[in-house]
């Protein structure tokens, strides 16, 4: 830096993309890094005067990233995920075709159980309901749905096992 005083505005300009560089390398994540430092500079702004005079305001700004960064993962309430692309990568990625044969032949599959197991499949799993609920549709008990329940799931996992 020069002896001149530099404006806030000036130093953002010329400094700015190298700030975000740096936070991309600490944080991993282009966008969490424009956010850093958008914090950072906004901090910085209120003290520009103090933080100029003292003449090295690089060193500043970094240890405030840095600081950032670090201080970003310390609350229970931030769990962001950082993920390798956007959204659509993830979508693309899966075969629509191939999850929907899937969920056809285990629909098939459930078409082929007793009523009884069936209905409780459908009731427990699609309709989300408990066992005494089930119990009462099917007018019997709830050791009787879950022994349903356990059977049918048995004959799926076996059909899946052979298939292996």
């Not at 282009?30 to 005079?53: F, G, T």
């Not at 009884?116 to 459908?122: D, E, G, I, M």
Request: with cysteine.
């Amino acid at each position: 830096m020069t002896d001149e005083p530099v404006t806030f505005e000036a130093y953002v300009a010329t400094r700015g993309p190298a700030l975000i560089r740096f936070a991309s390398r600490l944080t991993g994540s282009q966008h969490r890094a424009e956010d850093l430092v958008q914090d950072a500079l906004a901090k910085a702004y209120q003290r520009w005067d103090s933080i100029q005079r003292k003449d090295q305001p690089d060193v500043y700004l970094r240890r405030m990233l840095v600081n950032a960064a670090r201080s970003w993962w310390r609350p229970r309430t931030n769990r962001e995920v950082p993920v390798g692309g956007p959204f659509t990568d993830k979508a693309d990625a899966r075969d629509v075709g191939k999850e929907s044969a899937e969920r056809d032949e285990m629909w098939r599959l459930i078409g082929t159980l007793p009523p009884r197991q069936r209905a409780v499949l459908v009731l427990r799993y699609y309709e989300d309901l408990d066992d005494s609920t089930i119990a009462a549709i099917l007018d019997c008990s709830p050791v009787t749905v879950r022994t349903h329940a356990m059977r049918a799931i048995d004959m799926l996992r076996r059909h899946f096992e052979t298939e292996r």
